[in-house]
């Protein structure tokens, strides 16, 4: 599975962004898709996930304002950000998950900057 990240940059506090990621490869093994964050000395955090079933769940500090959706037909995988916060800086990276066996994948990371 190979996963392609794109859409980050840089914007304003209060702004939004919207991040893709496209999975190629043997994707009906995957079991979910999400977002994971890391910033400068801090370690990488959970943003948001969705199941092969379409379960979502958000990291408490995105809840409200993050939305992760799926395009089955393009295989992709969108993170909806919006009132942004400086704290959201970070670089996001596209990660899947495959069960059995257990096996992670993961994007190249693909900057965030809020300015305040």
């Known amino acids: 599975v190979q996963l392609q990240a794109s859409g980050g940059g840089l914007v304003q506090a209060g702004g939004s962004l919207r991040l893709s990621c496209a999975a190629s490869?043997?994707?009906?093994?995957?079991?979910?898709l999400d977002w994971y964050r890391q910033a400068p000395g801090k370690q990488r955090e959970l943003v948001a996930i969705i199941t092969r079933g379409g379960v979502t769940n958000y990291g408490d500090s995105v809840k409200g304002r993050f939305t992760i959706s799926r395009d089955n037909a393009q295989n992709t995988v969108h993170l909806q950000m919006n009132s942004l916060k400086p704290e959201d800086t970070a670089v996001y990276y596209c990660h899947a998950v495959r069960l059995l066996p257990r096996y992670d994948y993961w994007g190249q990371g693909t900057q965030v900057t809020v300015s305040s």
């Open positions: 490869g043997s994707i009906f093994s995957i079991n979910a």
